[in-house]
């Protein structure tokens, strides 16, 4: 049998009436949540434990562990998509979604599901808080901005992003520094150690490693770089955060299992 056929057979049957699905308003209350970056909607939501609600929801798989999977899918496309719209920067976007669908492969549970679905939609909302809160930006800064982020590991110079825009380095610096208050130069610097902070981390890369990873110039530029804007050395910050995890349910931070 075809599937539209099947489809029609399906769609014929009664219990298919049967199936009332989910106010739309009240997914675009949650989405608008995310996107907005209100964190204590989204937390609600979460704990109330609205995403493993069964009632008026479509049925994608006979499997309850694999429906729910698909429908984190479906979660994690509008939410990375609606975040795009409302001003994450695209490859951030994306990478994000591509992270917690992976994850997808390590889960066997539906409670592990609704953990990853709570850490995700966390996720995306903190950073469309700090997005929301700042976000006052021209297209031409927001270029930059995903540019940056896209190629953060490589060395980044002003005359780079102009290429890329098709302006003068100079108006460039000017307009970047009017809009976010930093240099070119410090805002990219402030970027590659934010990722060098998950490095040090998440990760077991030594600081030469880190260092070269990040393009920086040698070892001990990236050692005064860190200091400078952390107010550590990254093997300090390393001692004091390499052995914590971060618990999804409590929202608190303690020692990772040995």
């Known amino acids: ?26 997914e675009f209350l949650f989405y608008q949540a995310v996107t907005n970056g209100d964190l204590d909607a989204v937390k609600k939501n979460c704990k109330q434990e609205r995403f493993l609600d069964s009632e008026r929801v479509g049925v994608l798989s006979k499997d309850p562990v694999t ?16 975040c795009k719209q409302k001003g994450m920067e695209l490859e951030l976007a994306f990478r994000m979604s591509d992270f917690y669908i992976q994850k997808l492969d390590d889960v ?29 930006n021209s297209r031409h800064i927001n270029i930059c ?31 970047f520094k009017k809009e976010t208050g930093d240099s070119v130069s410090i805002y990219i610097r402030r970027q590659k150690i934010e990722m060098a902070k998950n490095l040090l981390q998440y990760s077991e ?21 860190f200091k400078e804007l952390v107010g550590m050395t990254p093997k300090k910050f390393r001692d004091l955060h390499h052995a914590l995890r971060w618990d999804i349910e409590t929202g608190t931070e303690g020692e990772r299992e040995q």
Not at 69 to 77: G, L, P, S
Not at 159 to 168: H, N, R, T
Request: hydrophobic content about 40%; aromatic content about 8%.
């Open 145 to 175: 901005k995903e540019y940056i982020y896209a190629h953060v590991k490589e060395r980044i110079t002003v005359e780079d992003l102009a290429d890329v825009l098709g302006v003068s380095a100079s108006y460039l610096s000017r307009l």
């Open 205 to 225: 890369y030594s600081m030469i490693d880190i260092a070269n990873r990040l393009s920086f110039s040698s070892q001990s530029h990236f050692i005064q770089q």
């Open 108 to 136: 066997r549970t539906i409670e592990e599901v609704r953990e990853l679905h709570d850490a995700m939609v966390l996720d995306y909302t903190e950073k469309m808080r700090r997005i929301c809160r700042s976000d006052t």
């Open 1 to 26: 049998m075809a599937y539209q056929d099947e489809w029609l057979l399906l769609e014929a049957e009664d219990e298919m009436d049967e199936v009332e699905h989910r106010p739309l308003t009240e």
């Open 67 to 82: 429906n729910l999977k698909y429908h984190f899918v479906i979660t994690t496309a509008m939410v990375t998509r609606l």
